[in-house]
């Protein structure tokens, strides 16, 4: 896609968020299975459930701006999942690797915030508060997310992995 406007740029990446969120459902099923703390498990499989209602929101966004979400292959959060697939398969300890599933985790809602926080500025400059408002919903999930991970590492996991 040729970006020459605004527009073009929050299409583009209203279409990349797409593709990310789809990847990250593939992702955190697996997640799901291989975390051993059961509150680990718990949180995946609750955000497992945000992230198929974000592949939603972003559809919607992008019937409302008239695109389809296809197209884009989300090259950064293919990138983070593959490394991070790498550095997991390279645990051999249950409690080490949940540490890991987590720091696996937290950079993908890293990437995911500021991917949502950059789309929703250029949703409200370009007057679509519907879009805007329905990104939004998905970037306070990642927040949310992102905090009850460090909680569980904080609290739990990473004492564990010690």
Known sequence: MVIKSLNDLMIDLLKDMHSAESQIVKALEKMVQKASSQKLKDAFDQHLKESREHVKRVEEACKIVDVKPTGEKCLGIEGIINESELMIASV????????????????????EIASYGTAITLAKMLEDSRVAELLGQNLDNEKKTDSKLTELAESMINEKAL
């Open 92 to 111: 051999q300890d249950e409690d080490v690797l949940d540490a890991t599933l987590i720091v696996s985790a937290q950079r993908v809602e890293h990437y």
